[in-house]
């Protein structure tokens, strides 16, 4: 894990430390399930107090990045779930591609279905 700490920086090191980790798992450096190295030795290879990177740690797994299991150690969380709604319709839109339809085309179909769904008062 590439994480370097500039000294000079106006930005406190827990941070430089939260916000390089949060980067290297948006750039999928750092898959989830990803063990990180134990506080003690991060802070060592950084030339940091454990303290502070036991800091960087905390702050990311309230954050619900990362995942602190005791002496097990610190693992990166997977994503949160997309919501079931959001899925399909993502699915959806692969499919319409997939299938050569345009925009108006999936948007005309889905306002078909919606009117042949709609319950008849009468």
Do not use: C, K
């Not at 399930?33 to 502070?52: E, F, I, K, Q, S």
């Not at 997977?78 to 959001?86: C, H």
């Amino acid at each position: 894990m590439m994480i370097t700490v500039d000294p000079r920086s106006h930005v406190p090191p827990y941070e430089q430390v939260r916000e390089q980790i949060r980067g290297l798992i948006a750039a999928g450096a750092l898959p989830p399930g990803h063990r990180l190295p134990p506080v003690r030795r991060l802070a060592a290879d950084l030339g940091l107090a454990a303290n502070t990177v036991a800091r960087a740690y905390r702050e990311l797994e309230r954050e619900g990045v990362l995942d602190g299991r005791g002496t097990r150690g610190t693992f990166v969380t997977p994503p949160a779930p997309a919501d079931p709604l959001s899925s399909a319709a993502d699915d959806l839109v692969r499919r319409a591609r997939t299938a050569g339809l345009s925009r108006d085309d999936l948007i005309g179909l889905l306002l078909a279905r919606w009117d042949d769904q709609r319950p008849h008062l009468g």
